[in-house]
Each structure stands twice: as C-alpha cells, then as structure tokens.
C-alpha cells in the first residue's frame, strides 16, 4: 500500500479525533481508531481509502483466446527493412502467397520466401511498367539508388565494373599452312541429326598433326539436366515428362531407320529394273545387228538384294 493512499485517512483520523474530548497525541493511537475489518459505519469512508482495489488478472471467458503452445510458429512477415545490408542467401520476406513479388536481384522460394541473389542493399518499390498493382523487392548494390531502375538505363554493375568490349577469336582459314583442313565437324546420326550430337574436332597448333575437341565441348553429348523438385507431384511430372520425350526420340529414330532402309530398297530396285532395261536393249540391238533369231539365249541378270 503507498503512503500517498494513507494520507487522507489519517488526515480524517486525526480530524475525527479533533472533536472528541482527548485528542490523539500519538501517531499509534490514531492508527489504532482506524478499523480495517468490521469498522464502524463512521470510519466506512476511510476504511474504503486505506483498503484499495484489486483487479481481474484475467480477462471473462470469451474475451481472448490462449494461444496453443504446441502449434510451431510460422514466424511470417519481413526480415530485412528498406536500407538493410544483406549477403547472398539472406531470407527478406516470409509469406503465403505472393503479397510482394522478387525484384531486381531477389529469388523467390518454392514457399513464396524472398531471398536476396547478390550483396547489397533492400529495396522495397513498385514497378508500374512492368505491373500496375504488384510490389517488389528489390536489392541494390549501392545504397543511394532507387528502383526500379529507368528503361534504358546501364546496367548497375558491382565493385564498380565497367562494361568492356570484348573482342572476338579470329577466323582460322579453312586450310592450315600445310594443306590439312583447320577443323573437321562430324555430324550425328539420322536424317535429321541432332545439334547437340555434332561434334567439332579443331588441329592443334603443337605440331602434332591431331585434332581434338575444345575444353568446353568436351562431354556436350552427356545430358545433364538441372534436378531441382518442389514436390512429389513436381517429380512424377518431370518424370514423366522425361519418358514421353524419349518414346518420342525412339519413335523418331524408328521412322528414320524404316525410311532409310525403304530408299535403300528403292535405289536396288532402281538399279535392277535399269539393268534389265539395258540387257533388253542389247537382245533387241543384236537381234537388229544379226537379222537371225538362232542365236544362243543369254539369262538375264540377276541382282542379290
């Protein structure tokens, strides 16, 4: 109890002491005309004063709701204010759905969490050229600039990077000094083969006479292919994604092979009706030449297939 609360009872204590006959000459005695419990209905007014209030520490049913200590917290919402430096990696923003979209440098999770690409600085903005409602967020290597950035502008570049032409490799002729082809391209197999399976061998300039493929084409026929899933269903659909595309491959080399083999066949028997049109010609021109019909017969030709 504070002493500012006992003031005014004593102070009425000492008063209502005043009028009687003896008045209280010691501070105890005017203590002890206070009667907290079952007092008077004189002293009713200072009792009420010296006692006090005690409140409701909780609040009546149906007014809030404990919140459930075994639920995990999402913890949603920014983790990076505007200005705030941040290193590749770092999560900016947790939500559901996408109430801000990944700006300028920002990559976007497969739960909607922005996370920043590059070190710099964050940037919240809007981009009505590239959407009149949506707002980004965006990071910046530099503090003092603003997005989103004027169409047309350079290319803000890091660690203050300039832009440099770069110059290209030069042609090689097509025959080196000692008369052998610079380069030799190989291509794939089929009709229609492939970009990916052609393959350029270039003459090194050792003296060694060989050719070889370049660093960077080495293992282009290997198919390596990003793996990167969201989910189960994410999986099965490249899965199967994966599979259509290599029925169709081997439906495509099946047609190729059924067509090249069907030419071949053409071509033989091209050549076979050729050869009998000839010899035919031959019996008529000797028949011609001779002017008799005894002469000995000869067996047409025959083609192996």
């Known amino acids: ?24 000459r010691l501070l105890q005695d ?9 007092a008077a209905p004189a002293n009713t007014t200072a009792n009420v004063n010296v006692e006090g209030r005690r409140y409701a520490s909780v609040k009546s049913q149906g007014m809030y709701r404990l919140r459930d200590s075994a639920t995990i917290p999402k913890k949603m919402g920014a983790k990076k204010t505007g200005d705030s430096f941040v290193i590749p990696g770092n999560i900016i923003y947790k939500q559901r759905g996408t109430i801000w979209f990944p700006g300028e440098n920002v990559g976007m999770g497969r739960d909607h969490t922005l996370f920043a690409k590059v070190q710099g600085y964050v940037k919240y903005y809007k981009d009505p050229l590239r959407h009149p409602d949506r707002q980004y967020i965006g990071v910046v290597f530099d503090k003092n600039d603003t997005l989103p950035t004027p169409p047309h502008a350079m290319r803000r570049r890091k660690l203050g990077m300039t832009a440099t032409e770069v110059k290209a490799a030069p042609a090689l002729p097509e025959l080196s000094p000692s008369g052998i082809p610079n380069q030799v391209v190989r291509e794939g197999f089929g009709r229609a083969p492939h970009p990916r399976d052609q393959r350029v ?4 300039q050792d003296g060694s006479y060989s050719y070889r493929e370049e660093n960077w084409r080495l293992g282009s026929l290997i198919r390596t292919e990003k793996r990167k899933m ?14 259509k595309a290599i029925l169709l491959e081997m439906r495509r ?3 190729d092979k059924i067509a090249r083999r069907k030419e071949a066949l053409d071509e033989q028997r091209a050549a076979r009706q050729k050869r009998i049109r000839e010899y035919l010609a031959r019996q008529k021109a000797s028949k011609t030449a001779d002017g008799s019909v005894g002469s000995p017969k000869q067996s047409p030709p025959t083609v192996q297939a």
């Open 230 to 243: 969201g989910s189960r269903r994410v999986a099965m659909r490249h899965r199967r994604r994966k599979s």
């Open 30 to 38: 005017a203590f002890a005309a206070l009667r907290i419990r079952g």
């Open 201 to 204: 061998y270039k003459l090194q």
């Open 1 to 24: 109890m504070r002493l500012s609360q006992l003031h005014r009872p004593v102070v009425a204590a000492a008063s209502t002491g005043a009028a009687r006959p003896a008045a209280p």
């Open 253 to 255: 080399d099946r047609e």
